[in-house]
Structure formats: C-alpha cells, structure tokens
C-alpha cells in the first residue's frame, strides 16, 4: 500500500532532474512537428455539470507517476454511477465504488478493479464541495510507488492531462503534466528513470502559452502539445515534451 504526498515539493528542488535549476536561464522553443498532435479522444468542452462545481459529486482528472499514466473519475455526476478509469502504460482500468457522497462530509472512498488479472484499488478523498481531490493511498500490482496529482473539473473549467518524458544531459525521465488553462494553473509529477529516486509533484502558474514554475518559464503549451528547452545555471539543458491523453 502506497500512501502518496499531498506535500507540493518544488520542481526545481527535485534532486536529480532538476538540481540547481534556482537560476534559469530559459530557452523555450517550439516542435513545430510535434504541434501538429491532436488528442482525437479527448474532450475540449468540460464533462462536469453545473450543479456539482461545488460539490463533491462531479469529475476528476488526474495524472499518475510509477509508470506513466492518467485517471479520470466520475462521482454521481448526472447519475448515482460511481466509476473510474485508470489508464498505465496504456493499459486501461476500469473501476467502481460503491460509496455515495454525503452532502456538506468530506467524501473518501475505494475505488476497485482488475488489472492484470490481479485485484486493484486506490482510495480517493475530496472535501465537502470539490476542495483539495487527492489519492490516499494504491494497491497496484507491480505499481509499488505509484505518485497522483489530481484537479476537479467543473462545468467552466475544463481540465486537461498531458504525458510526458525529460531528458536532463541525456538522462531521461517522466514527466506528466495536469492543465486547467481557465483558471491559468497547472501541475505535475517528475521522476527519473533511476528507481532509487522519488517523483516530485508540484504547481504552477499559465501565462499566455508559457507554463510558469517558481517564476521561469518552463515550457510552452501549443494545442496538445507541451514543449520546452531551457538550461539551469550549470549551463546543462534540461528538454520537457508532453502529449494530452486526456
């Protein structure tokens, strides 16, 4: 069972990845091929109603780290279902719970399936109207250290996952990005492909097109597309891509 952090950690504090990245100096360009990647099964307008925005009915989305991956999670939301999808290594779960949401009581609940012919679970927890959705725990075979980063959707905001990779002198990671472009914030989970070093998760700040961490640009977002070049203040370049998936 794996308890992930509801702590933000700094992306550039993370360790390995990302250290002495303090003093930016940014370099941000654009994959004009790669700009041309369209997410032809996701949404562009929000699935979640009015009436739940400020609840904990509604719909969840978010992204995972320990593998690569995204969950979406549908909570009574024009009906008493209570589902979820989890997508890893592009393998999709689905996933139920029986727990029905108590107006005006923070709303936590396990959320079971079958993955990889082994039983799954992950447990959920929300506050009374939406506030602070995060994963209290996972029960994922083969996923031992399996880190969420999860945004409510409401019916103004729609809210977008990206996955990606990060390549840091060479050395490569992944790196998964969760956007809601109308409210300007977005955030992520990093980890290095080295299994000794933990994911880091944390938020930052949309202008225009530029996705802003600690006050430096760390990438561009271009339709489904993430990218961004920039070099820490070792002069080493650090490269972000993402694709939305959700």
């Not at 609840?55 to 978010?62: E, L, P, R, T, V």
């Not at 008493?80 to 999808?85: F, H, R, S």
């Not at 998760?201 to 961004?228: A, C, F």
Request: glycine letters at 10%; a negative charge; aromatic letters at 6%.
């Amino acid at each position: 069972m794996k308890t992930s952090q509801k702590k933000t950690i700094a992306l550039l504090a993370f360790p390995v990845l990302f250290a002495g990245m303090l003093a930016l100096i940014p370099s941000c360009s654009k994959d004009d091929d790669s700009a041309a990647y369209v997410c032809a099964t996701c949404n562009s307008t929000p699935n979640a109603l009015a009436a739940n925005d400020a609840s904990a009915k509604g719909i969840y989305k978010g992204i995972l780290v320990g593998s690569t991956g995204t969950i979406s999670i549908n909570i009574q939301n024009g009906s008493d279902l209570i589902t979820a999808t989890m997508v890893i290594d592009a393998d999709s779960v689905a996933l139920t719970s029986t727990v029905s949401v108590v107006n005006g009581e923070t709303y936590i609940a396990p959320f079971t399936g079958i993955y990889n012919g082994s039983p799954v679970s992950v447990t959920f927890e929300v506050g009374p109207t939406g506030d602070d959705p995060f994963m209290v725990s996972s029960d994922i075979p083969g996923h031992p250290n399996m880190v969420f980063k999860l945004y409510k959707e409401t019916s103004t905001s729609l809210i977008e996952a990206f996955q990606g990779m990060v390549t840091n002198q060479g050395e490569p990671g992944t790196f998964n990005f969760i956007v809601a472009r109308s409210l300007n914030v977005w955030g992520y989970v990093v980890q290095s492909d080295d299994p000794s070093e933990p994911a880091s998760t944390g938020n930052g700040t949309i202008s225009g097109n530029d996705l802003i961490e600690d006050g430096h640009t760390i990438g561009t977002i271009n339709g489904d597309v993430i990218h961004g070049s920039f070099q820490d203040n070792n002069s080493h370049t650090i490269v972000i891509d993402g694709h939305r998936t959700l």
